[in-house]
Nanobody
Framework: QVQLVESGGGLVQAGGSLRLSCAAS????????MGWFRQAPGPGREREFV??????????YYADSVKGRFTISRDNAKNTVYLQMNSLKPEDTAVYSC????????????????????WGQGTQVTVSS
């Protein structure tokens, strides 16, 4: 069983920065591909892929909407994955959740929610205009 706990969310003005952290416990963190997803407020809004990072941290992949502004990284010694968010926009407002894929490797990147096995509870990010 893997537990994921996010932190670092908050209220920030447009153009500002935030750094999210996701601490993992249970299992062997370096064996898991990790991802960040977000869910914006409003009815019918689905969880949206943001970024993913490989087990070693050597490969990353981003949604087009955040490419060039967000950076995903991980520290396997600390069992933690990060999401550095710069140049934030009001449309980045959402609950951000980290996810872990513990299943066997199947592809280079994982961008769908069903490809992940464990989820954190999420942290709120609000960007004011």
């Amino acid at each position: 069983q893997v537990q994921l706990v996010e932190s670092g969310g908050g209220l920030v003005q447009a153009g500002g920065s935030l750094r999210l952290s996701c601490a993992a416990s249970g299992g062997t963190f370096s064996n898991y591909a990790m991802g960040w997803f977000r869910q914006a407020p409003g009815p019918g809004r689905e969880r949206e892929f943001v970024a993913t990072i490989s087990r070693s941290g050597g490969s990353t992949y981003y949604a087009d909407s955040v490419k060039g502004r967000f950076t995903i990284s991980r520290d396997n010694a600390k069992n933690t994955v990060y999401l550095q968010m710069n140049s934030l926009k009001p449309e980045d407002t959402a609950v951000y959740s980290c996810s872990a894929r513990t299943s066997a490797a199947r592809s280079k990147y994982y961008v769908f929610t069903y490809e992940y096995d464990y989820w954190g509870q999420g942290t709120q990010v609000t960007v004011s205009s």
